[in-house]
């Protein structure tokens, strides 16, 4: 049997789908940003990603207010209007949800932390349905299980980050080196972190040729 699809528009339809599942005996899969491959042969897969993609810039206190079927690339568009940016990930299509309850390495993340470190709050349906709100002081143990423990503490329908100074324009490079000089490069890349500063960010990625060489 294939399984259903329902495009949740309100958070309370998330809730409904919760409970339907639970009374049927449904295997329930939730997407996101929908960056990772996640399979259901049956049961129920909640999508955020239609109708609960939402993303709101306040400015005044620096929070931004998104909603789970983001992708960063969403967040991010939004937030460089007004010279702010969220700790995310190395690339921009990654989705909000498994990103932040997976913990969110970046290429701001040693000036600002983790992605779960600049979440402020969330909300989330639990298991039962019900809405609740997690932050440091509601329901803090939920708050602690969200920010890096994965996604099966609940729904995460809206995360809201606290928002960083950033300028629009960086500087990013990508040098290619030959297999028989990475003992020079780790040697030079061990050099640079032992100096390197909280604004600047390096990626080591390992490939081979169409010779598998």
């Not at 409970?19 to 449904?26: D, V």
Request: charged letters at 15%; one cysteine or more.
């Amino acid at each position: 049997m294939s399984p259903s699809v329902m495009f949740p528009s309100t958070f309370e339809d998330v809730a409904a789908a919760v409970r339907q599942a639970k009374s049927q005996g449904l295997d329930l899969t939730v997407r996101c940003g929908g960056y990772s491959t996640a399979i259901n042969a049956s049961g129920l897969v909640v999508d955020l990603s239609r109708n609960l993609s939402s993303v709101t810039i306040d400015v005044e206190s620096q929070l931004a207010y998104v909603q789970g079927g983001c992708r960063f690339s969403q967040v991010e568009r939004e937030a460089i209007k007004f010279g702010f940016a969220v700790p995310a990930g190395t690339v921009s299509d990654v989705g909000v949800g498994g990103l932040t309850t997976g913990g969110g390495y970046g290429w701001l993340s040693g000036e600002h932390g983790l992605t779960l470190d600049s979440l402020v709050s969330a909300t989330v349906v639990l298991a039962n349905g019900d809405i609740v709100q997690a932050s440091a002081t509601e329901h803090p143990d939920l708050f602690w299980g969200i920010r890096g423990g994965g996604s099966n503490f609940g729904i995460v329908v809206e995360f809201v980050f606290k928002l960083h100074s950033q300028r629009s324009d960086v500087y990013t490079t990508t040098l290619t080196y030959a297999p028989s000089l990475l003992p020079i490069v780790i040697q030079q890349i061990n050099r640079w972190t032992r100096k390197q500063t909280s604004n600047e960010a390096g990626r080591l990625i390992f490939s081979t040729d169409s010779q598998g060489k």
